[in-house]
Nanobody, 126 residues
């Protein structure tokens, strides 16, 4: 059974920073062969793509709304994915979830990811 557990969320003022972590565990599961992504869902809104990184860490992709402010990274040896969020805005408030996708191509739809964490709340006050 694969488990993805996010941490690092919280309440922060606008302009502040947070670093989210996603620890992945599971028998014989290694994130080194998976695309890892972060998604977020605000109240009353659809889940939306935030960022993704491929297994080799050579390719990353970001939603336009976070480009230049967020950075996704991964530590394959520790089976952990990170999302560094800087210059946070109130509109970044949401539940942030990490996800894993098998295959070599980054995709941006939630349905393209087979494994999900339970999410961590990020609240940005103005």
């Amino acid at each position: 059974q694969v488990q993805l557990v996010e941490s690092g969320g919280g309440l922060v003022q606008a302009g502040g920073s947070l670093r989210l972590s996603c620890a992945v565990s599971g028998r014989s599961f290694s994130i080194s062969s998976y695309i890892m992504g972060w998604f977020r869902q605000a109240p009353g809104k659809e889940r939306e793509f935030v960022a993704a990184i491929n297994w080799s860490r050579r390719t990353t992709y970001y939603a336009d709304s976070v480009k230049g402010r967020f950075t996704i990274s991964r530590d394959n040896a520790k089976n952990t994915v990170f999302l560094q969020m800087n210059s946070l805005k109130p509109e970044d408030t949401a539940v942030y979830s990490c996800a894993a996708r098998s295959g070599g191509t980054i995709r941006y739809g939630p349905a393209d990811y087979g494994y999900w964490g339970q999410g961590t709340q990020v609240t940005v006050s103005s």
